[in-house]
């Protein structure tokens, strides 16, 4: 471009030689070279565009991918247990008519204690291991991440005074941590209120709960006098199994294996979320999500399933829901 058109090109000089022509020439000359400047730069437009018309073609060709090619190999994305075990219990308890709910890991003292019958000197706040917030609630108590799902239970009866059968899981944190317990856990949480739900409603719907979860028909369990603060009677549900130090049989033998706790809820509950304990009645449970998938995929360290291993995720994921 410089060559053709710059200070120092034929074109520009001849230009500045116009002045000494006489007029005739001039405009002759001058139209000339005119004509000669604008072929020349239109030239260099053409020439321009085609430049970049190669880079691109260059870059597309080597840019460019070949998406017929196979992708090779199955997905090795995997189901994480916990997934899997959640998808188990809502797919069995939605089969019995209960509503799967939800609610926040940041719960207030009231709903993870008082409502629940545990009161500010309650010695059975000692053993949850709370963890505790800077922020504060309208009470002016601190704030504090769940330590049991049971809080899903004071939501749900505090908004909603019809019969009503629901489960909620999720996670729930403590301060405590070794091969059986991890500061963040998984739970599910149980409750059917009515008015007229007694032990044996209880007895039924977990005994079938366990039996689908296990994939055993008729799995032997037993019911054990137990205490909670939240229920009265209370009970601990175990299940027959046979235990060696190599591996855990459930369902035959003749020792028992402690599974999870239940009760009916106590009156001062039911009253705590404005219910009328003497026409309403509701049983509840609780259980480790993350202790069911151990008993039931065969995994012996709980420290395993928060790690995020790529080798124990591939080991023990699932490659979809299996139901
Ligand atoms: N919330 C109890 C815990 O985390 C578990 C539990 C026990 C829940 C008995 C219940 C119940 O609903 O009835 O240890």
New binding site residues.
């Given amino acids: 471009r410089v060559a053709f058109l710059g200070k120092k090109s034929p074109i520009t000089l001849a230009l500045k030689t116009l002045g000494s022509l006489d007029p005739d020439a001039r405009k002759t000359q001058g139209a000339a070279l005119n004509a000669l400047s604008q072929q020349v730069q239109a030239a260099l437009v053409t020439r321009k565009t085609e430049l970049e018309d190669q880079d691109l073609i260059h870059r597309l060709a080597s840019e460019s991918m070949d998406l017929s090619l196979p992708v090779g190999g199955a997905p090795t994305g995997r189901l994480h247990p916990i997934t899997q075990t959640k998808e188990a219990l809502a797919t069995i308890f939605r089969g019995m008519g209960f509503q799967v709910l939800e609610g926040p890991e940041v719960e207030t003292d009231f709903n993870n204690f008082t409502a629940l019958n545990i009161g500010p000197t309650h010695p059975a706040r000692q053993s949850h291991d709370t963890f505790y917030l800077n922020a504060t609630d309208e009470q002016g108590l601190p704030l504090l991440l769940r330590t049991?799902m049971?809080t899903v239970e004071v939501r749900t009866l505090l908004a909603n005074k019809e019969p009503f059968r629901m489960i909620a899981m999720g996670r729930c944190y403590r301060s405590d941590f070794d091969a059986t317990h991890a500061p963040m856990f998984h739970?599910i949480?149980g409750l059917v209120v009515g008015p007229n739900i007694t032990m044996a409603n209880m007895r039924w719907c977990l005994q079938t709960f366990l039996s689908q979860f296990f994939g055993i028909e008729n799995l032997p369990i037993r019911m054990r006098p137990s205490y909670?603060p939240f229920?009265e009677p209370?009970a601990e549900v175990d299940v027959l199994c046979t235990r060696t130090k190599e591996s855990l049989v459930l369902g035959e033998g003749t020792q028992w294996l402690e599974i999870l706790?239940?009760?009916m809820l106590h009156p001062n509950v039911l009253a705590n979320c404005g219910l009328d304990p003497a026409t309403t009645q509701a049983f509840?449970?609780?259980c480790g999500i993350d202790r069911l998938a151990m008993l039931k995929y065969g995994i012996g360290d709980l420290r395993g399933f928060f790690e995020g291993d790529q080798r124990w995720l591939t080991h023990y994921g699932f490659e979809g829901v299996a139901l």
Avoid: I, K, L, P
């Fill in positions: 049991h049971t739970q949480e909670f229920t209370s706790g239940c009760g509840a449970f609780g």
